[in-house]
Every structure is written in C-alpha cells, then in structure tokens.
C-alpha cells in the first residue's frame, strides 16, 4: 500500500488498471491481513469492475473482502453483497431521558418486553415471542414483493412515515417493476427453494444471530453547532434514549443467496468460465442476461424482506418501551443497507454499486437526495462499534466521492471467531460488560461478539474524519445489549 495522504493510500494490483482506492491511517492499514488484500485485488480485476475501495473496517470474507465497495456498469456479483443480503441498521429516537432508564431494575423490564416480542438466534421466529406480532403467509409474499408499501405498513401496524426514513423502502426487480418479483417468487414457491416459506415469514420482526442485536443507547450529541443542527434535523435528542438494531435478512435472504452463488457456480463449471482469482465466491453474471435478472431479482425479494423485518423490530421494541413506560413516543430516525447492490451514478456512468459492509454516504446537495428531507444535510449514517466504545451517528461530507460515496459499516473483525473464542477469557468479557454497567440479555455473553474481537472504533472514525468522507454528529452509548437467543439468560 503506498500512502497518499494521512488516512488514504493506494493498493496497486499488479495491472494497469485503476489502483484499489485504500481508507485508513498506518495504523488500520496494518490490521489488513494478506487474504484481505489478496480478496480486494481479486474483486479489483473481475471483469467488468472499474473501482474498488477497501474501507478501514476491512477484513477478509467470501470472495470480495468484508468492507469493500466495488462498481461495474456491465456486471452484477453476488459475492460482493454476501449470504446476508441487505443486512442494514436502524435507530429509533424514543422521547425518554437518560435518566429514566438508569435503573438496572428497569433496564431488565425493557431487555424482558423486547425479547418477548423480537426472538433472536438462528431459526427462531415468531412462535419464539409470546408478544410478537404473528405474519400470515400471504402477507409475507406480499412483503417480500412490494417492500414497506403503505399496504404492507398499516397490516403490520408499522407507521408508515417510517418509509419515508428509508435508504431504500422497496426495491424492484430487474425490468424495475414488482411484477418481476412476483413472477420470481412464483417460480422459487414452485421449486421449494424455501421449503416451508410459512416458517421463513414467521422470521420477520427478530433479529437472528451472529453479529446482529439491538441496543439500548443514549444520544449524545457533538458540542458544535453543525452537529446540533444536523441532530435536529434528523430528529436525534440529546441525553436521550435511543435503540439501535443491526439484523438483515434472514432465512430467506440465505437461501435466495446461497441458491445464487450454487447457479452461477454451476454454469461457470459447465462452460469452463475462469473464476476471478480462482475463487468459487467471485462468480458473475453480464447484466442482461437471464442470470444477471434473476439474480438482481433474487436481491431485491431478500432486501425487501430485510427492510420490513427492520421495521416490524422498530414498531415492536416501541411497544415494549411502551408497556414499561406507557405513553412513549418514538421516531425512526433512519434505516441504511451495508449489503446490497445499487443503480446509481458514479463519475457521470450508471453503475452498479456493490457494497459489502459498507454503507452509503450521500452528502447534501447529492443528486439521489433531491426532493426528499435529506437534501439539505445528507443523510444519516449509522455505524456500530462496540458496546463499550460506542456506535456512531455521521454524516457524509465532500469528499466521499473518492469512495463512490461510501464509508465503513461499523468497526471491524481484529479477531476471527475461532480465535477470539480460543484467546479471549469468557470472565474478563462478562466482567468488563459488568464494569461498564452494560446489561445483557446473556448468561454469557458471546467471545467471539466481545468488544475486544474487533477493531479499535476510535481509530476506525478517525481514519473516516482524516479522510474527508464524513464527520460525526453524534455517538451512541449503549446502556444494554440484546443477542443471539441461543445463549439467552431466559
């Protein structure tokens, strides 16, 4: 990597081709291992790909690294999204003040109603939540196909202004209809690709497992005027209660994933296709084509499964707060995809956008963001750390145009999950979640998910700012963590 300024540098790739665009300090720039790299000039010289940025939360993944934005205006990848497609976060804004919820006794009640409402844990769903809200199986094809539609919302007593809140409220298939995708769902019923698709739907409004959670915050605001105006904008209260939700698309996510990356992996065997880097997870498909539609068909059923169950979570953690403290309001202040594909404009060429772990970053005056409430400021980016070192709020600036508008998704892998299952002492994390006075919805808080199997959050905002991409409005501090149910403390 050869340095261009304090937090940017460049990764020649060994062609002559456009270098991979690198965001980070020498000292971020040093937790990129050889495979991170080696991923990141695999997915740089595919074919049909014009850019490639390695954001500084980068570590190795399937094919294209964690962390990553990648552009084509010929190509769509799977690989470059992930299994998990639209994972995205959200925060939710609740009228309540800090102290409200200083009480450990309360905390429990609020972690005891959420958990009653939104199941965790990989395979749980609704009938895992005695207070959950039941989907109908014609409402999850519905959901699937149209989106957070008005529709869909008032069904599924979502407000449905929370659209308005949105990256993305809906997507549409190839030819930019929903027709497509119920055509393509059609097909995936007839085929059972989801086996039981009841079972699936009954998903929607929990969070799953791994690095997913919800976290109770408290808002604290930068101590300069943009940051209070642009606070004041989005809707964020300072001192405030805050909840903040990291899930994606679950099961039905996986399987249009998996069933993708098994197709195409099919045809490049069968027509003797080189694999980009002679990696399986960098198959491709030439827009156009009946694999190209199929899979951008394939990714906007699982997105618009993402983006309703973030807001079925949303309306059911409001109805938890409300069972605790009856008369509580509460506002979506945003929801935003770190995995997923998009049409958008870079360098005056449509373009398809992959971004995987990685989350967008229009500032004001961008284009896409004429007409809507965030013209004037850019729109909110949410981006996780850790418990313990807080989550931030940003907004884009300028100079995220050198990272085709992007920026990182949160801070980071440091530690594989074997290893930090295999290094980290499970009484030093539950103790430091102790000290830090974070509760828990864990008997034993998960090694591999403690805030030491990541990266420094500090220097990862830091190598942000540096860079230009974007400044911090506020930082989220985490009064209690919801997680995986596998190893709930019910």
């Given at each position: 990597?050869?340095?261009t300024g304090e937090a940017i540098a460049m990764l020649p790739t060994?062609?002559?081709?456009?270098?991979?665009?690198?965001?980070?300090?020498?000292?971020?720039?040093?937790?990129?291992?050889?495979?991170?790299?080696?991923?990141?000039?695999?997915?740089?010289?595919?074919?049909?790909?014009?850019?490639?940025?390695?954001n500084p939360d980068g570590h190795c993944g399937y094919g294209a690294?964690?962390?990553?934005?990648?552009?084509?205006?010929?190509?769509?990848?799977?690989?470059?999204?992930?299994?998990?497609?639209?994972?995205?976060?959200?925060?939710?804004?609740?009228?309540?003040?800090?102290?409200?919820?200083?009480?450990?006794?309360?905390?429990?009640?609020?972690?005891?109603?959420?958990?009653?409402?939104?199941?965790?844990?990989?395979?749980?769903?609704?009938?895992?939540?005695?207070?959950?809200?039941?989907?109908?199986?014609?409402?999850?094809?519905?959901?699937?196909?149209?989106?957070?539609?008005?529709?869909?919302?008032?069904?599924?007593?979502?407000?449905?202004?929370?659209?308005?809140?949105?990256?993305?409220?809906?997507?549409?298939?190839?030819?930019?209809?929903?027709?497509?995708?119920?055509?393509?769902?059609?097909?995936?019923?007839?085929?059972?690709?989801?086996?039981?698709?009841?079972?699936?739907?009954?998903?929607?409004?929990?969070?799953?497992?791994?690095?997913?959670?919800?976290?109770?915050?408290?808002?604290?605001?930068?101590?300069?005027?943009?940051?209070?105006?642009?606070?004041?904008?989005?809707?964020?209260?300072?001192?405030?209660?805050?909840?903040?939700?990291?899930?994606?698309?679950?099961?039905?996510?996986?399987?249009?994933?998996?069933?993708?990356?098994?197709?195409?992996?099919?045809?490049?065997?069968?027509?003797?296709?080189?694999?980009?880097?002679?990696?399986?997870?960098?198959?491709?498909?030439?827009?156009?084509?009946?694999?190209?539609?199929?899979?951008?068909?394939?990714?906007?059923?699982?997105?618009?499964?993402?983006?309703?169950?973030?807001?079925?979570?949303?309306?059911?953690?409001?109805?938890?707060?409300?069972?605790?403290?009856?008369?509580?309001?509460?506002?979506?202040?945003?929801?935003?995809?770190?995995?997923?594909?998009?049409?958008?404009?870079?360098?005056?060429?449509?373009?398809?956008?992959?971004?995987?772990?990685?989350?967008?970053?229009?500032?004001?005056?961008?284009?896409?963001?004429?007409?809507?409430?965030?013209?004037?400021?850019?729109?909110?980016?949410?981006?996780?750390?850790?418990?313990?070192?807080?989550?931030?709020?940003?907004?884009?600036?300028?100079?995220?145009?050198?990272?085709?508008?992007?920026?990182?998704?949160?801070?980071?892998?440091?530690?594989?999950?074997?290893?930090?299952?295999?290094?980290?002492?499970?009484?030093?994390?539950?103790?430091?979640?102790?000290?830090?006075?974070?509760?828990?919805?864990?008997?034993?808080?998960?090694?591999?998910?403690?805030?030491?199997?990541?990266?420094?959050?500090?220097?990862?905002l830091r190598s942000v700012k540096l860079a230009g991409l974007a400044?911090?409005?506020?930082?989220?501090?985490?009064?209690?963590?919801?997680?995986?149910?596998?190893?709930?403390?019910?």
């Amino acid at each position: 990597m050869i340095p261009t300024g304090e937090a940017i540098a460049m990764l020649p790739t060994g062609s002559k081709t456009k270098p991979i665009t690198v965001i980070g300090t020498e000292k971020i720039r040093g937790t990129f291992d050889e495979l991170c790299l080696q991923q990141a000039i695999n997915s740089r010289l595919a074919p049909g790909v014009t850019d490639l940025i390695l954001n500084p939360d980068g570590h190795c993944g399937y094919g294209a690294p964690i962390g990553c934005v990648m552009t084509s205006p010929t190509h769509i990848y799977p690989g470059p999204v992930g299994v998990d497609i639209k994972c995205s976060m959200s925060l939710l804004q609740l009228d309540l003040p800090e102290e409200a919820i200083r009480s450990r006794e309360v905390r429990r009640r609020l972690i005891d109603a959420i958990c009653e409402r939104t199941p965790t844990g990989a395979g749980r769903g609704q009938r895992h939540a005695p207070k959950s809200q039941p989907v109908a199986e014609p409402l999850g094809l519905q959901a699937v196909v149209e989106g957070a539609s008005e529709s869909v919302c008032n069904q599924l007593q979502i407000p449905a202004e929370w659209a308005t809140r949105c990256e993305d409220a809906s997507h549409v298939g190839h030819d930019d209809t929903t027709g497509s995708l119920a055509s393509r769902m059609d097909w995936h019923l007839a085929q059972s690709t989801f086996r039981r698709f009841a079972d699936k739907v009954s998903q929607l409004g929990s969070y799953g497992g791994g690095n997913h959670f919800g976290e109770c915050e408290i808002v604290h605001v930068a101590d300069d005027d943009r940051s209070k105006q642009t606070a004041r904008a989005f809707g964020l209260k300072d001192r405030h209660v805050a909840f903040l939700s990291h899930c994606g698309s679950r099961g039905i996510g996986h399987n249009l994933a998996m069933g993708q990356f098994k197709a195409l992996q099919s045809k490049f065997a069968k027509w003797n296709i080189p694999l980009p880097g002679n990696d399986r997870e960098l198959v491709y498909a030439p827009l156009g084509t009946s694999e190209a539609n199929a899979y951008i068909d394939d990714m906007s059923l699982g997105a618009n499964f993402a983006t309703v169950n973030h807001l079925l979570i949303n309306s059911l953690v409001l109805e938890a707060f409300q069972e605790v403290f009856p008369g509580t309001q509460g506002q979506l202040i945003y929801f935003i995809s770190h995995n997923i594909a998009r049409k958008e404009i870079v360098d005056g060429m449509p373009q398809w956008v992959h971004r995987k772990g990685a989350t967008r970053a229009f500032p004001a005056g961008h284009y896409a963001l004429k007409g809507t409430r965030y013209a004037e400021t850019g729109h909110p980016i949410l981006l996780p750390g850790n418990p313990q070192a807080g989550s931030s709020v940003m907004v884009a600036d300028p100079g995220a145009k050198i990272s085709c508008y992007s920026v990182n998704h949160g801070a980071g892998r440091q530690l594989g999950r074997k290893r930090a299952i295999r290094e980290l002492d499970q009484a030093s994390v539950d103790e430091s979640f102790d000290r830090s006075d974070i509760l828990t919805n864990c008997r034993k808080y998960p090694k591999d998910e403690a805030p030491q199997a990541y990266k420094d959050f500090d220097e990862v905002l830091r190598s942000v700012k540096l860079a230009g991409l974007a400044t911090e409005i506020a930082r989220l501090k985490a009064t209690f963590v919801i997680k995986d149910g596998d190893q709930a403390d019910d």
